[in-house]
């Protein structure tokens, strides 16, 4: 036992020194205002910089494939909404107006977009075409990815994956603790620790991204009618304790009960 506290101590000591809380946005009518614990050795300027990189080869790949669409309607439409999410992500972080912010459209019947740290979005034509989405689902749908950019949640996750590695490293060589065991404390780890930490994130991004959408004059109710379509789109999926993500039945009430307090933004902003 006393082996264990030392290991713990230790662990922890290497731990808070390495960590740094950050709050990576600022107030929100949503209320998202956690703390955030990053390693300072994760910058997020070589973070950002690394997933460009990324973000370019992807591109590049499928442009060399001739799936980079750039020209159709629905290019067009994911641009011009873009650039109205992108003009309001000042007010939640100020730094965020410098970044290299590209949209890119691939032809791919996969449902799924994303936004890479730094402000790089890609959108899978499947999404759009197979939801039959409209403007202020993809306004739902890209708010929630840039929230996802702003809040840094890779950043995040990234610290807290290197602190459970030190952590069971630590443990694993003071303890001598097997294989076998160091592989259910993995289990325990991911379900215990990462996978809840990981649907926070999501909520997070749900609330921003309503807000950010209701900032830049889309209707906030769209982001209850994507989930229903989501729902519908993705029977069979697995269950929420085992995904990083929250059902769609618990995305939709949450949304529901948020979705009041961004109104007044997007009636102003239909005003302007």
């Known amino acids: 036992m006393a082996r ?41 300027d070589e973070i950002n910089q690394s997933y460009a990189q990324t973000y370019q080869d992807t591109v590049k790949q499928a442009q060399s494939k001739g799936k980079l669409d750039t020209r159709s309607n629905n290019a067009q439409r994911l641009q ?33 977009a994303n936004c890479g740290p730094g402000g790089k979005i890609i959108f ?16 739902a749908i890209m708010g929630h990815e840039i929230a996802h950019a702003l809040r840094e949640h890779s950043r995040e996750a990234m610290s807290k994956a290197y602190g459970i590695e030190i952590a069971k490293l630590g443990l694993g060589a003071v303890l001598g603790l097997g294989e076998d065991t160091m592989a259910i404390a993995d289990t325990a780890v991911q379900y215990g620790m990462t996978l809840p930490n990981s649907r926070s994130a999501e909520t997070e991004a749900d609330l921003l991204g309503i807000e950010l959408a209701a900032r830049a004059g889309y209707n906030p109710n769209g982001a209850i009618s994507l989930w229903r379509k989501m729902e519908q789109a993705s029977q069979g999926a697995p269950a929420e304790f085992m995904s990083t993500h929250p059902s769609s039945s618990t995305r939709i009430t949450n949304l529901q009960s948020n979705i009041p307090k961004v109104m007044p933004l997007y009636e102003q902003a239909r005003r302007r």
């Open 4 to 44: 264990l506290r030392t290991c713990l101590a230790l662990t922890g000591a290497l731990l808070l020194t390495g960590c740094q809380a950050v709050n990576t946005t600022g107030s929100s009518a949503v209320g998202v205002d956690r703390k955030q614990y990053m390693f300072s050795m994760l910058s997020t």
């Open 80 to 112: 011009t909404i873009g650039q109205r999410l992108i003009s309001q992500v000042g007010y939640f972080r100020p730094d965020a107006r410098q970044w290299d912010w590209q949209v890119s459209l691939i032809e791919s019947p996969d449902l799924n």
């Open 124 to 139: 899978y034509s499947g999404i759009i075409t197979k939801l039959q989405l409209t403007d202020d689902e993809i306004a």
